[in-house]
């Protein structure tokens, strides 16, 4: 069975960083791209950024609304990727889902975690 | 950048037909997906490059796509189909949602 399963998620304070982890199981990691998408409490989704599959590279993109704030990783041997953010604010508390995305179909997200949720508050 | 836009919300009467709408700039030369997400869950794959259904999603789905206007259509609205849906697109290596439609079935 496909799965993913976010964790990491806390209460931090604005300016902290935070490393959210999203363990995936059922297929190889390297051979999908994995989103991140983020949804503030009462509020739509959010893409957030993504990490390419290997066979496109394997590079990160980002959000102009996070970029410079967030890295995204992956390890393949733990068949894990990764959202760390820095310099956290109140604004990017929200619930983070990562996702599978189809091979070869930028933007179709085939499987979703159940979330991990960031509270950015003093 | 690009935008989407979809109606916050509207009602459908159980057993009728509901046709949610997502607007942009020349959509129709975009691959649009469709999101359901019921409240406290995870969203869920409806609708895949414009009309196509992954699989166990009911036949009452579909989907299309031209001009400026996306639509998703549920044809016999279920209690079930009660929830939020959302339309989105990729452009220039960057995801992009719709804000989102609350669907309630009456």
């Known amino acids: 069975e496909v799965q993913l399963v976010e964790s990491g998620g806390d209460l931090v304070q604005p300016g902290r960083s935070l490393r959210l982890s999203c363990a995936i199981s059922?297929?190889?990691?390297?051979?999908?791209?994995i989103n991140w998408v983020r949804q503030a409490p009462g509020k739509g989704l959010e893409w957030v950024g993504f990490?390419?599959?290997?066979?496109?590279?394997?590079?990160?993109g980002y959000a102009a609304s996070v970029k410079g704030r967030c890295t995204i990783s992956r390890d393949d041997s733990k068949s894990v990727a990764y959202l760390q953010m820095y310099s956290l604010k109140t604004e990017d508390t929200a619930i983070y889902y990562c996702?599978?995305?189809?091979?070869?179909?930028?933007?179709?997200?085939?499987?979703w975690g159940q979330g991990t949720t960031v509270t950015v508050s003093s | 950048s690009y935008e989407l836009t979809q109606p916050l919300s509207m009602s459908v009467a159980l057993g009728q037909t509901a046709r949610i709408t997502c607007g942009g700039n020349?959509?129709?030369?975009?691959?649009v997906h469709w999101y359901q997400q019921r409240p406290g869950q995870a969203p869920v794959l409806v609708i895949y490059?414009?009309?196509n259904r992954p699989s166990g999603i009911p036949e009452r789905f579909s989907g299309s796509n031209s001009g400026i206007t996306a639509t998703l259509t549920i044809s016999g609205a279920q209690a079930g189909d009660e929830a939020d849906y959302y339309c989105?697109?990729?452009?220039?290596?960057?995801?992009?949602f719709g804000g989102g439609t609350r669907l309630t079935v009456l």
């Open positions: 996702t599978r995305e189809v091979v070869g179909v930028p933007g179709e997200f085939d499987v």
């Open positions: 059922g297929f190889t990691i390297g051979d999908h791209a």
């Open positions: 990490i390419r599959a290997n066979a496109y590279g394997g590079t990160p």
């Open positions: 020349n959509i129709g030369s975009q691959s």
């Open positions: 490059s414009d009309r």
């Open positions: 989105q697109v990729w452009d220039s290596s960057t995801g992009v």
